[in-house]
């Protein structure tokens, strides 16, 4: 089946620092893949998504890649800022059986970022 | 973006009633919207599919008489959760697909609504 499993935090960093979040995926044929971010008391924003392999997406200073090969979408950032401090989370759609995307999405169970000044 | 706003964003209600939540896509038309579930310290976890129009589809172990879901026009579903209990409370949060984007950006989400039954 469909499943989205990314690295287990709290992740705490000092500002300025490198970020990587882990994420990997299981699923048939090549769905999209996205990042989300969920800042402290609100809703769902999507960040980033790539929908074929090799794929960059990128906002905001973060960027993924879609690795079809290592069936991957690790989040990076170069410098993080105290304001990135929030959940993440990566997801997929599912493909429908005629190929294209279900519309619903896939989450891991998100990964907690704190960064300190 | 899209817009897609949820209301109300905090609900406290007694055990044994029933709570209604809003979702609406505010600039474009949802044929399809979701809903999902967030566990404390969790993932969102989808609990049914809205359809304009037609009945809801349910993910397996989500009680379809227990959270009703209407979703009666292209702009406005609603999710019941009826006769609710302490275990009901939870974080639900709603998305809209917008069909003209095609298979694109993902589904956008409302903020979100964070349900206490006491």
């Known amino acids: 089946g469909n499943s989205v499993t990314q690295m287990e935090g709290p992740v705490t960093l000092s500002e300025e620092a490198f970020l990587t979040i882990n994420c990997t995926y299981t699923?048939?044929?090549?769905?999209?893949l996205f990042w989300y971010v969920q800042y402290p008391g609100e809703g769902l924003q999507l960040l980033l998504k790539?929908?074929?392999?090799?794929d960059k997406g990128s906002n905001k200073g973060f960027e993924a890649t879609y690795r079809k090969e290592t069936t991957s979408f690790h989040l990076e950032k170069g410098s993080v800022q105290v304001s990135d401090s929030a959940v993440y989370f990566c997801?997929?759609?599912?493909?429908?059986?005629?190929?294209?995307?279900?519309?619903?999405?896939?989450f891991g169970k998100g990964t907690k970022l704190s960064v300190k000044p | 973006g899209a817009v897609v706003s949820q209301h109300p964003s905090r609900v406290i209600c007694k055990s044994g009633t029933s709570v209604k939540i809003e979702c609406r896509s505010l600039d474009f038309q949802a044929t399809t919207m979701f809903w999902y579930r967030q566990f404390p310290k969790q993932s969102l976890m989808l609990m049914a599919t809205s359809n304009e129009g037609s009945k809801a589809t349910y993910e397996q172990g989500v009680e379809k008489d227990k959270f009703l879901i209407n979703h009666a026009s292209l702009t406005l579903s609603t999710l019941t959760v009826t006769s609710a209990h302490p275990e009901d409370s939870s974080f639900y949060i709603c998305s809209a697909r917008d069909v003209t984007q095609g298979d694109g950006p993902g589904a956008f989400f409302g903020q979100g609504t964070r349900l206490t039954v006491v």
């Open positions: 699923a048939t044929g090549y769905p999209s």
């Open positions: 997801a997929l759609t599912p493909l429908a059986d005629y190929g294209g995307s279900q519309g619903n999405l896939i």
């Open positions: 790539a929908t074929k392999a090799d």
